[in-house]
């Protein structure tokens, strides 16, 4: 079996291909051009395992949806079917309650073996994932 990994990162809020703080068109950003991108690697290859390796919500004026619910991007993530999300350190930039709500409406795992509460060491998100795919199982 072939298990393809398939990954983003830094996308920092950019849900178009459009810089808002140059005011042009950036034809190579944003998670619509992921989506075009995804869904031919997706029909070529069936079992890929989708991640985000971080600074996904942050930049290019997303802080404007820090309140909703879920993030726009968080939203993009799940429509598409990422499987993992790890947190970057400008997921961190808000307050903590902006970071927990949207790690929890991330419909896939969110996993990171290297952010510890100061006070006792423990990891604040799982360090690891178990993946069935096509009954084999993988580690991560």
Known sequence: ITITIGATSDLHGRLFGYD?????????AGITRVATLLQAEKNDNPNMILI?????V????????????????V???NA???????PGNHEFNFERSFIDRN????????????IKWESNGVNYIRGFQIFDVDNTFTCK
């Open 20 to 28: 808002y703080a140059l005011n042009s068109a950036d034809s190579d």
């Open 75 to 77: 939203e993009s993530m």
């Open 58 to 73: 942050q930049g290019n004026s997303a802080q404007l949806f820090n309140d909703d619910p879920t993030h726009p991007v």
């Open 52 to 56: 985000d390796i971080g600074d996904t």
């Open 103 to 114: 790690l929890d409406h991330f419909n896939g795992a969110v996993l990171s073996s290297n």
């Open 80 to 86: 598409l079917e990422f499987d993992v999300w790890v």
